[in-house]
Structure formats: structure tokens, C-alpha cells
């Protein structure tokens, strides 16, 4: 079921009972609040693409050559 759906049906029965709402308006409502709880979250995996390399990692010293003497 959609959510379109769900909350069209939600409104049918709010009717019945006596109680009025937008359906329209309510699905809005729900996904804003849904989408400032993603926002607020404390931890959020960067997508791969966005994740940069610390500086000390873009600068890879050369590798470390053994002396012959020792």
C-alpha cells in the first residue's frame, strides 16, 4: 500500500468519526518530520563518492630503501 494510499484511507476514517483532515497535507507533514529526524541523526555514512582522504593520506612518503651497508 502507498502512503498516498494509507493516509487517503486514514481520512475515511477520520470522516466517519467526525474529524477532519487533509490528506494531502498530512503526507507532507509526515515526510518533513521524517526528513528532519534523517537530518538530526547522530551518525550518518557519507556516500563513498563524497568521503575525501585525510591530507597526511594524499601524501604517501617513498617507500623506504634497504642500505647495503646494513
Excluded at 2 to 24: F, N
Excluded at 37 to 50: K, S
Excluded at 59 to 70: K, Q
Amino acid at each position: 500500500m502507498t502512503e498516498e494510499t494509507a493516509v487517503q484511507l486514514i481520512a475515511g476514517m477520520a470522516e466517519k468519526l467526525g474529524v477532519e483532515i487533509d490528506a494531502a497535507e498530512e503526507l507532507e507533514q509526515a515526510r518533513a518530520a521524517q526528513q528532519k529526524q534523517r537530518e538530526d541523526d547522530v551518525f550518518r555514512q557519507p556516500p563513498a563518492a563524497e568521503v575525501e582522504a585525510p591530507a597526511a593520506m594524499e601524501e604517501v612518503p617513498p617507500a623506504a630503501t634497504a642500505r647495503a651497508d646494513g
